[in-house]
């Protein structure tokens, strides 16, 4: 994060043994391709035995994207070589342009060799829908059943392509990129347009209304019309469903009055909601005719307000409470979306995590009662779905309070236990430790994270230029133990692989220090590195109401030399002198956090004080004090401490701050000179100026929601006086809509009051959102300050034993088709009872005894010399497929089947 960056440090491979990587890969793959060698053997092997349908194994071997393409399509290609093409464009352009060339350049080299125009643009397309799904699918042997040549109602021919059930596979972009493959193929092929009439226009609305399986999208019928009647390809396909159009049943071109399920697909999933990326290829290659696919693209956009661009944009992270749907009784939530005192994020991956997994220091999963493990799987809010739990001690503790009124982290298991009976309160869940490659997995932005010492390290190390900055580091920490070698920062160095190491000895090292207050300052004042913890109070957590109370209860403090306290268990980190509040715990009761935070908190005037008799501002933009039930059960001063992490002990009436104090007083613009606290800079004057803008600016706002609140009302009179006069005069629902729409718009909106103004108040309160009172302490701090928790992770415990493995009871061991014949509990004995059934199944002949069996091997009994089957044995001939009739692509067909028979053979073969 620093802004010196020089070169070497920002190569990727360097500090990467690439050679020896290279090495791995290589045996990786010479493993897999062995053990694909052996796998294929043994089919190959099983295979010979004759009891597939096929005595060979059907998935071709190949290396590449070129290859797969021409062996997955080789029934298709007559051997007409497309490989070699592939790899040469594939060099130079991206996959969706090669499979428009390509589609292009196959269709016409078929047309060349004389073949007939669908059988050219039919290969075409195959091709170009094999690349763009990677020839890995089957989407372009079945997701095509066909293509046709049709007549427009002018005579002229267009093209048809008919989709089938498994382009659903081929996922919404390949499917729309398809039909403009198609269309690209009939412009190389000089065929015209597909020009619907109004018939094949409505029988596709008509299919959409009347279809009931899942769509990611619907299009409204006036959508429809506009593709159908603009598309130049005619989308067509077989009848899927069992549901037929009444209205548009039988229209020209379209075989069947049943709804066509490739077709909806296509329209709905491929070319409304891809829309962008069909228009990216046709602006590009310049394809005439496809400008309503414009229409489509920017459809999601303009709803957005995009195109408004002084329009208000929020800096704030939206919180997400997705997770907290179904959330189950007995299941514990560990935070609100974005609450503090919920999981802080610091990104990183501890060593035993691993892919969708996050880390917890494992005193966190201990204060939690247990309810987190290793392995507990969690819902979070950032980046979503769920997580499975791993530790990490590198990462911070919870922090707690316990009935002795002590505040402090607990990094340390061991130390946990020691006094989980005493706690009483857990104000900070501690941190969750999340890889950034979560984030990019669920595709997900990046979410600030707290100034760590990571982060610290990192600034430092490129910070630490020369021998002297090393020094001078050195003898400011002394006592830490010795510093790494090297010179991390050094800019010119001959050897980026040796200092990549010196570089990660130094992050290791810094990562893990611990200094005090001095040392950390004159660190941060040298090098402008910001305050690491434990020198890093939440600020964005003290709402600026709090602050100048705060500030007037300061100069009371009084500063004292550490000694030795009667306490179980201490803070990480102590500093050398502390500061006593005098009577700040007066009247505090731990009792009061076993209460739960009343529904209302009561008006400010209302509340008593706790220690200290001073109070916070009343409050700016809520009904309600920010933190008010805090100031309830703590009051003003130990509130203070807890809502910034100061860690502090009481001893009587009196409350002891023993770490961190000295950054909160530095940053409310104090600092300690001869055992004296001396204010440097007055904060006061400038908070309160703060909070008077803060009250205009929410002055405006409300005004303004007011004003809106109240043209609503208008405008929903005025709509329903029109909508009730447009019914009496007996119009439609849709007239009658848009006459209350036209009536209601009818109401002028004004605008804000002052626009300029309105403008500025939103944008400082959503800067007041963001960065709370930080920004005032930038102002009079010489010091740097990154937020400590800009963003809490919300998340609850999930519910992994939901997902048991499946299991059938009783388990099958086969799938034999009886259609209903077994009854209800589709028993196979049931049908077996039956003698004879008629189930559809494949036609095969038997190559031995040439009868009509539907199994690979010849079911039909051997028959004795008196002509009587013998039971028990069976022909058992090798069958073969039998030619389909038809141009169907369905092979099934009914047939009796002698099931009682079959199975007492295969029951006598087995010897049961
Ligand atoms: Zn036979």
Not at 301 to 319: I, M, Y
Not at 439 to 464: C, Q
Not at 467 to 490: R, Y
Not at 739 to 765: C, F, M, W
Request: negative net charge.
């Amino acid at each position: 994060m620093s802004n010196e960056t020089s070169t070497n440090h920002l190569n990727p491979l360097i500090g990467v043994d690439v050679p020896r990587l290279e090495k791995e890969m290589e045996r990786y793959q010479q493993i897999l391709d062995d053990h694909a060698d052996h796998a294929y053997r043994v089919a190959e092997e099983a295979r010979q035995l004759g009891l597939d349908p096929k005595p060979f194994v059907e998935i071709p071997r190949a290396n590449d994207l070129a290859s797969r393409t021409e062996k997955l399509l080789i029934e298709h290609l007559d051997s007409y070589p497309v490989a070699d093409d592939i790899r040469a464009l594939l060099a130079e352009h991206d996959r969706e342009t090669t499979s428009i060339m390509m589609a292009q350049r196959v269709a016409k080299g078929f047309r060349e060799k004389g073949y007939d125009m669908v059988k050219s643009i039919d290969v075409g397309l195959r091709v170009g829908l094999a690349i763009l799904t990677e020839a890995v699918l089957v989407a372009p042997l079945e997701g095509i059943s066909e293509v046709r040549l049709l007549n427009n109602v002018d005579g002229s021919p267009f093209v048809s392509v008919h989709f089938a059930g498994p382009i659903r596979a081929a996922g919404g972009t390949a499917q729309a990129l398809a039909v403009l493959i198609a269309d690209m193929i009939r412009r190389e092929l000089n065929v015209g347009p597909y020009i619907p009439s109004d018939g094949e226009v409505e029988r596709v609305k008509e299919e959409f209304g009347l279809y009931r399986g899942n769509l990611q999208y619907r299009p409204s019928p006036a959508e429809i019309d506009e593709i159908v009647r603009a598309c130049p390809v005619m989308i067509n396909g077989e009848s899927t469903e069992s549901i037929e159009c009444a209205g548009y049943g039988r229209v020209r071109n379209i075989d069947e009055a049943r709804i066509r399920g490739g077709v909806l697909l296509v329209i709905g999933e491929g070319m409304c909601l891809k829309a962008p990326k069909i228009q990216k290829h046709t602006e590009r290659l310049k394809v005439p005719g496809w400008d309503f696919i414009s229409k489509f693209a920017s459809k999601g956009k303009e709803d957005k307000g995009g195109s408004d661009k002084d329009a208000f944009k929020s800096r704030r992270v939206a919180p997400i409470d997705k997770f907290m749907k179904d959330i189950i009784a007995g299941r514990p939530i560990f935070g609100g979306p974005q609450q503090p005192g919920g999981f802080r994020l610091r990104y990183g991956r501890g060593r035993p995590s691993g892919l969708a997994a996050a880390s917890l220091n494992p005193a966190s999963m201990l204060v939690l009662d247990d309810f987190i493990t290793i392995g507990t799987q969690m819902k979070i809010e950032r980046p979503g779905k769920a997580c499975a739990v791993t530790p990490s001690n590198d990462s911070e503790g919870p922090w707690v309070v316990l009935s002795s009124g002590q505040f402090l982290r607990i990094d340390e298991s061991e130390h946990l236990r020691k006094i989980h009976g005493d706690i009483r309160s857990i104000w900070d869940n501690g941190e969750i430790v999340i890889g950034y490659g979560e984030f990019m997995e669920n595709n997900k932005n990046l979410v600030p994270a707290g100034y760590t010492t990571d982060w610290w390290a990192s600034d430092l190390i490129d910070a630490l230029e020369t021998e002297e900055d090393v020094n001078a580091f050195s003898e400011i920490c002394k006592g830490l133990g010795q510093v790494p070698d090297g010179i991390p920062g050094a800019v010119d160095v001959q050897d980026g692989f040796a200092q990549f190491h010196v570089r990660r000895r130094w992050h290791r090292y810094l990562s893990k220090l611990t200094l005090s207050w001095d040392q950390a300052s004159s660190v941060a004042e040298r090098w402008r590195t910001a305050l690491a913890p434990p020198h890093n109070p939440w600020f964005l957590d003290l709402p600026i109401e709090w602050v100048p109370a705060l500030l007037d209860v300061l100069p009371n403090g009084i500063i004292e030399a550490q000694t030795d306290i009667d306490v179980e268990v201490n803070h990480p980190y102590q500093e050398d002198s502390w500061m006593r509040f005098k009577g700040a715990a007066k009247g505090w009761q731990a009792s009061t956090m076993d209460k739960l935070q009343p529904e209302t908190i009561p008006p400010l005037g209302h509340m008593e004080t706790i220690g200290l008799d001073v109070k916070p501002e009343e409050p700016i933009f809520d009904d309600k004090l920010p933190e008010g039930w805090t100031f309830m059960q703590h009051g003003l001063l130990k509130g203070a401490l807890l809502l910034l992490g100061v860690s502090h002990h009481h001893d009587g009436d009196d409350v002891v701050a023993t770490c961190g104090w000295q950054a909160m007083i530095h940053g409310l613009g104090y600092s300690v000179k001869d055992g004296r606290l001396h204010q440097n800079v007055d904060l006061k004057s400038l908070v309160e100026q703060r909070i008077v803008e803060l009250r205009n600016c929410n002055t405006v706002l409300r005004n303004e929601s007011t004003r809106l609140e109240e043209l609503k009302k208008q405008r929903a009179v005025v709509r329903i006086a029109a909508e009730t006069e447009a019914r009496q005069q007996g119009l439609g629902i849709a007239e009658t809509d848009q006459v209350g729409q036209g009536a209601a718009d009818s109401v002028e909106d004004t605008g804000p009051e002052n626009a300029a103004l309105y403008k500025t108040s939103l944008r400082i309160h959503d800067d007041h959102v963001v960065d709370g009172i930080l920004p005032l302490i930038r102002e009079i701090s010489s010091l740097r300050w990154e937020h400590a928790a800009p963003q809490r992770v919300g998340c609850r415990m999930g519910r992994p034993e939901k997902s048991a493995p499946r299991e059938m009871s009783p388990r099958s061991h086969m799938l034999f088709p009886i259609a209903l014949e077994g009854g209800n509990q589709r028993l196979i004995s049931n049908a077996a009872g039956k003698g004879s059934i008629r189930v559809q199944m494949g036609k095969r002949i038997c190559s031995i005894c040439g009868k009509d069996s539907p199994f690979i091997q010849c079911h039909h009994r051997v028959v004795d010399d008196a002509g009587i089957p013998k039971v028990g044995e069976t022909c058992g001939g090798r069958t073969d497929m039998k030619e389909a009739t038809g141009n169907s692509r369905r092979r099934g067909e009914m047939q009796s089947v002698p099931l009682e028979s079959i199975i007492e053979d295969a029951q006598l073969r087995i010897g049961m």
